[in-house]
């Protein structure tokens, strides 16, 4: 009984001793089986769990880095699980900045580079001659560009399609034209008007189109700000004002409200309304295509070139962006650090991430090895919507806020009618409120 | 000397949770005090500035945090009165039930063992503009209601599903508290004729009483720190109507990054509930001592 209060106090001496040495190690060689004398020791973190096919195809590029550049470098990769809402994963980064525990690569996802950089959370990766560059889509290094730096290459790429229901624009009589001449806006609203008879018929609507919180609103819809010529924010992602709230994009804005307004698409979500035949159109991303062909096969799905304002002069705007590799402020081998983002990033990596996880590949090569790109239309399609087309998304070291204000102006305007100038006006106050700490 | 080994056997099993409670209770308590009063942001910690009380006031011009605010005060203005009165109402019903009271107390019950994110999720199918619910509501020559995805309609709608996921804590409370009744009271109403509306507001009531003030306290304090079903069922969506106070905060730290301004919009949050908890339990006790007063001059 007296040896109770003694285990007592060891236990909570221990607790206490637990809880403040959890973080900060240093890694020995053989510490990790792999990691030898005279290798010079990379860590790495990843936004997912290793069971995962994501997780497994990260797990496998890692152990053939490791092999190739056995003797040189060791990689140890660390996986992080990472919430629906973004949380998990960033919410540790957040904390490490704080403690100074980062490892020398971590993932990060394409929108937030900006706000890494500006922070110095990430830092330009070592010098890529211009061949080194050239392998990657044209969208991977503006996406990983900050002030003329790269400081990050895409582990994978992706697009959002304007899929149709084959048959049911071929009722309607409706071609589908080539991917450098898309339907314009008003074009496009025509075709709606034309099949709303048609889907009336099938309790349906023209568009399963809905304004979802989080990310997808903006990387789906930001494309009818950009072919109309405008932007959310100016070049140097530090001015709202006269970019979020422009004329150009009340215009859009006013569009979406056209939309529900017609009828075009429901104000309400409606389950699988496209997948069941309902809908002749849906924006979504490149996803749709697998899940359409694993689960839907009776659908007779096409993918259209995504639809572009009256006054589009030509110019890339199409919806890009994804998890990309970047090294740490923190990392002292930043050589090293670069050869693993390369890595990871690669052609192998990127063909290895497509078998896994059906995600799009970050460089030209890997799109040329994998068929399905070349043989599936709606893939190619993709693919070259994408290649040719693609644009990230803003630029900004506030860019969740930039996200989040475009979802709800969108939301606050199409499917509640409020007014789009005073609601965007509203959108920029709070912008720039975020923006106060970068510019003053 | 045996006071002593007791008083040293206390701490001994008291330790373990001292030592926790400081690490993941208290500093963090603390540090968030002390991160109100700067401009601390998650992604710079370096460039953090005292900024004495700037965040406050930036708080209370913002028209979000305003209207995350009225929505909570409206969440709770719903929640509280059925959830209580449903609890009571419900465990009323189950200690009057003689068959298959087992059934029904786990029935009502199953909803809070259950995560919220699933029960979110199982009323978002039961919500949605095809789901069972529109089914039935157009049976009867309803039309399709919105439900979640209305801006008048989605905060009852979320506040009715949180009441039914809760609802079933309180009951068990209820129950318990009915059980402990003393029957001969019953037995003496009954003796004096009284009526079943007399025996409740003389006898039930007055016994649940602490109960009420428990319930009623504890459920306040949830509703109010509401958050995982507009997370979950629409975003604090649409146009904002089901944003909460602890989602703001949520979104300011944790999205944004704004860990100063975040900590400072939670200890307004913690300062409003603690003075609404403290205005309750006067105003329950204030009662309580009527009614010992009210017993003492009836003997």
Not at chain 1, 136 to 143: A, F, M, T, V, W
Not at chain 2, 114 to 135: C, D, H, K, R
Not at chain 2, 200 to 218: A, G, S
Request: proline content about 5%.
């Amino acid at each position: 009984m007296k040896k109770l209060p003694l285990f007592m106090t060891a236990l909570s001496v221990l607790a206490s001793t637990v809880s403040f040495t959890g973080c900060s190690k240093t890694v020995k060689p053989g510490d990790v089986p792999g990691y030898d004398e005279g290798e010079q020791y990379l860590s790495m973190w990843v936004h997912t769990i290793e069971d995962t096919p994501e997780g497994e195809a990260y797990k496998k590029s890692v152990d053939s880095f490791n092999e190739k550049f056995n003797g040189t470098y060791f990689a140890d990769i660390e996986f992080i699980p990472r919430n629906d809402s973004g949380g998990g994963y960033s919410d540790k980064i957040n904390a490490s900045v704080m403690s100074g525990d980062l490892p020398d690569v971590i993932t990060v996802d394409g929108p937030n580079v900006s706000a890494y950089a500006a922070n110095g959370i990430i830092q330009p990766l070592a010098e890529l001659s211009d061949e080194e560059k050239g392998v990657y889509l044209d969208s991977i290094i503006e996406q990983g560009t900050v002030d003329e730096k790269l400081y990050a290459l895409g582990a994978m790429e992706s697009s959002v399609g304007l899929y149709y229901n084959k048959s049911i624009l071929a009722e309607a009589g409706i071609e589908v034209p080539d991917k450098d001449n898309p339907w314009t806006f008003s074009e496009f609203l025509d075709i709606l008007e034309k099949i709303k008879p048609i889907m009336d018929s099938k309790n349906g609507y023209p568009l399963d189109m809905t304004f979802p919180v989080g990310e997808a609103s903006i990387y789906y819809y930001a494309p009818f700000i950009w072919s109309n010529g405008c932007d959310l924010i100016s070049d140097d992602g530090l001015t709202a004002d006269g970019y979020f709230n422009s004329d150009k994009n009340a215009e859009v804005f006013k569009y979406f409200r056209g939309l529900v307004e017609k009828k075009y698409m429901s104000a309400t979500p409606v389950e699988k309304l496209f997948e069941s035949g309902r809908a002749a159109f849906k924006f979504d991303g490149a996803w749709e295509v697998n899940t359409i062909y694993q689960s839907y096969s009776d659908i007779d799905l096409g993918v259209a070139p995504y639809i572009v304002s009256d006054n589009w002069d030509g110019g890339r705007y199409t919806p890009t962006g994804s998890w990309a590799y970047a090294a740490t402020s923190k990392t002292e081998n930043i050589d090293g650090a670069t050869e693993l983002v390369k890595w990871m990033s690669g052609v192998e990596s990127g063909i290895l991430l497509y078998e896994n996880t059906k995600s799009m590949p970050s460089t030209y090569a890997a799109y040329e090895q994998i068929t399905t790109f070349e043989e599936d239309e709606n893939y190619k399609a993709l693919y070259e919507q994408l290649r040719d087309y693609g644009r990230p998304r803003p630029k900004t070291p506030v860019y969740p806020q930039v996200s989040t204000s475009f979802q709800q102006v969108l939301e606050d305007v199409a499917l509640s009618g409020r007014n789009a100038e005073d609601e965007m006006d509203k959108s920029v106050e709070r912008i720039n409120a975020k923006l106060k700490r970068y510019t003053r | 000397m045996k006071n002593k080994s007791n008083s040293i056997l206390g701490m001994a099993f008291f330790g373990p949770a001292l030592v926790l409670m400081t690490i993941f209770l208290f500093i963090p308590m603390i540090l968030t005090l002390i991160y109100s009063f700067t401009d601390y942001f998650a992604l710079n910690p370096k460039l953090t500035h005292f900024v004495g009380l700037e965040n406050f006031s930036t708080i209370f011009k913002d028209e979000l945090f305003t209207t995350a605010f009225f929505n909570t005060v409206k969440f709770v203005l719903i929640i509280v009165p059925l959830q209580t009165l449903g609890a009571l109402g419900l465990a009323l019903l189950i200690n009057k039930v003689t068959v298959c009271k087992r059934y029904f107390k786990v029935a009502f019950f199953i909803p809070v063992v259950m995560s919220l994110a699933v029960v979110s999720n199982l009323w978002m199918q039961i919500y949605s503009p095809e789901g069972i619910l529109n089914t039935i509501l157009s049976n009867f020559g309803i039309d399709s209601q919105p439900f979640i995805y209305g801006a008048d309609q989605a905060l009852p709608s979320i506040a009715f599903m949180s009441v039914w996921q809760g609802v079933g804590y309180q009951m068990i409370i209820f129950l318990g508290g009915l059980q402990a009744i003393n029957p001969a009271l019953y037995e003496a109403a009954e003796m004096d004729h009284a009526s079943a509306w007399s025996k409740f507001k003389d006898i039930t009531l007055p016994e649940l009483k602490p109960l009420c003030v428990f319930v009623f306290i504890t459920v306040t304090i949830g509703a109010f720190r509401m958050i995982v079903q507009p997370m979950v069922m629409t975003g604090g969506g649409p146009s904002h109507s089901t944003y909460t106070i602890v989602y703001d905060i949520y979104e300011t730290g944790t999205v944004n990054w704004e860990i100063g301004l975040a900590s400072a919009m939670a200890i307004v949050f913690t300062v409003f509930v603690v003075i609404l908890t403290i205005i309750q339990t006067i105003l329950t006790k204030d009662k309580e001592d009527k009614h010992e007063n009210k017993k003492a001059k009836d003997l």
